[in-house]
């Protein structure tokens, strides 16, 4: 039917229908964005956990070579990348990014060896960020560091295996 031929009263219902279509039309926009939002997170989490594996995959250098390396690709994996730095400690010894310090905004997680906490993992912010799942940080990205700390703890494991006995 031709806008002309309606009514004032159908007007008025085609007009409250365009309406809530296009308020729902923006509900789907904005969860879309959201959802994009987060699987570039996971894909930044993916790519950190992969570097980390060929790092440690990776016979031919030393285990403070891997520890430098690691913490080196660490804030990469996080939300906010541009303010994210991290250390590892293991025993007396400690790796870090340039320009570490050590803020209130931390995540940390233990590095195991045999059972035994031998160091630790963290990442700070060196600014404040929107408090999300743990203060600032994602959720998945306690996993990411447990994950790392986790892989670093059995790849000191198999290296301290692989020594010979002096």
């Known amino acids: 039917?031709?806008?002309?031929?309606?009514?004032?009263?159908?007007?008025?219902?085609?007009?409250?229908t365009l309406r809530q279509r296009i308020t729902e039309l923006e509900t789907v926009e904005r969860e879309y964005c959201q959802l994009?939002?987060?699987?570039?997170e996971r894909s930044k989490e993916l790519a950190c956990i992969y570097a980390?594996?060929?790092?440690?995959d990776n016979p031919n250098i030393s285990l403070q070579e891997v520890y430098q390396q690691v913490v080196d690709i660490l804030?990469?994996?996080?939300?906010y990348p541009e303010v994210a730095c991290a250390r590892i400690i293991v025993g007396d010894k400690q790796v870090k990014t340039r320009g570490y310090k050590e803020t209130k905004w931390k995540l940390s997680s233990d590095i195991e060896v045999c059972g035994v906490k031998n160091g630790t993992v963290d990442v700070c912010y060196l600014e404040q960020k929107p408090e999300m799942h743990i203060g600032p940080f994602l959720s998945e990205e306690w996993l990411l560091i447990s994950i790392v700390a986790g892989r670093l703890g059995r790849v000191a494991e198999s290296r301290q295996a692989d020594k010979p006995p002096t």
């Open 1 to 16: 039917m031709n806008d002309e031929y309606k009514t004032k009263e159908q007007l008025i219902t085609e007009l409250a």
């Open 36 to 40: 994009a939002e987060h699987l570039r």
């Open 52 to 56: 980390v594996a060929q790092i440690i």
């Open 75 to 79: 804030p990469a994996g996080w939300q």
